[in-house]
């Protein structure tokens, strides 16, 4: 069975609930994302998300909200699994908050990943963006419409599954004419690495996010460059806080955004399908 292909064929769906509170949900995750909360919803949303979770059987709520209401999800049985200072215009936090609602997805917690985890923190060297030297074989730059085709591709040959479509050139078009910025690095004029920011403008954060790179050029540094590159050009664009969900087995993504000093602030457990199975995520940020 190609596990991509029926990854793709049950693959969440992204919705408005409410008066326009943003959720993710589907069999892919078995779970209910809160991606974005209306103010005008407030914490009336959590019985919608609920009822939403149960009646589809899924086994996880996992939802991303202002530290004002945390404490009404709190009363509600959710806990805090990680947190964002300044995540709203530099100012107010986000609370990443999950309520499981199988104990099976509690099972086989990947315990070797938290303890290799524990002496990356320890252990990983922060690296200054003055010691990042980009390879004068390679070109760098913010990708577009043109090159839509290939980040597909890319993507193809990299991820097993993924939680959003990002195999289908179509869905890469409408995220880059929204809010989604894709950059990569070619070599003789072929793509071999990207990675995306997700900006939200009106929040002035942006997070970090699908980075891949060929199998024959990794080990190469390309995502410390190309995060470098993106940080820079997100603070000329007025963005304060950078941030990522990335994979806990991932130890080379791990490294990439502790050399570039985001701070570790939570593990995600049992959050996202990616890659063939359901796995737990780490959740970093900078401010800048």
Aim: with cysteine; charged share 25%; hydrophobic share 40%.
């Amino acid at each position: 069975m190609n596990v991509f292909r029926e990854g793709m064929k049950m693959q969440d769906r992204i919705e408005k609930i409410g008066f326009g509170t943003i959720i993710q949900h589907g069999e892919l995750n078995k779970r209910v994302y809160l991606m974005k909360l209306d103010k005008r919803d407030g914490s009336e949303i959590i019985e919608q998300i609920n009822t939403l979770a149960r009646a589809n059987n899924y086994s996880k709520i996992f939802c991303k909200i202002p530290q004002q209401y945390a404490p009404q999800f709190l009363a509600n049985g959710f806990f805090v699994e990680a947190q964002i200072p300044g995540f709203y215009k530099g100012d107010q936090a986000a609370f990443f908050m999950s309520k499981f609602l199988n104990s099976d997805r509690l099972l086989d917690i990947e315990t070797d990943s938290l303890i290799e985890l524990s002496a990356l923190l320890k252990k990983t060297k922060v690296l200054k963006s003055g010691d990042i030297r980009k390879d004068s074989s390679v070109e760098l730059s913010r990708l577009t419409k043109e090159d839509l085709d290939l980040i597909a591709a890319i993507y193809r040959k990299v991820f097993a599954s993924y939680p959003f479509p990002i195999h289908d050139p179509d869905y890469i078009l409408e995220t880059m004419e929204n809010n989604v910025q894709y950059f990569g690095i070619k070599a003789k004029g072929k793509l071999i690495a990207l990675a995306s920011a997700e900006v939200d403008k009106e929040s002035q954060n942006a997070e970090m996010t699908d980075f891949a790179t060929l199998p024959a050029y990794q080990g190469k540094n390309l995502s410390v460059l190309l995060l470098n590159a993106m940080e820079n050009e997100m603070k000329a664009q007025g963005i304060k806080t950078l941030y990522t969900i990335a994979r806990l087995k991932s130890v080379g993504m791990n490294k990439t955004f502790i050399r570039r000093n985001y701070i570790y602030s939570g593990t995600l457990i049992k959050n996202t399908q990616i890659s063939g199975g359901i796995e737990s995520m780490n959740v970093y940020y900078k401010n800048i």
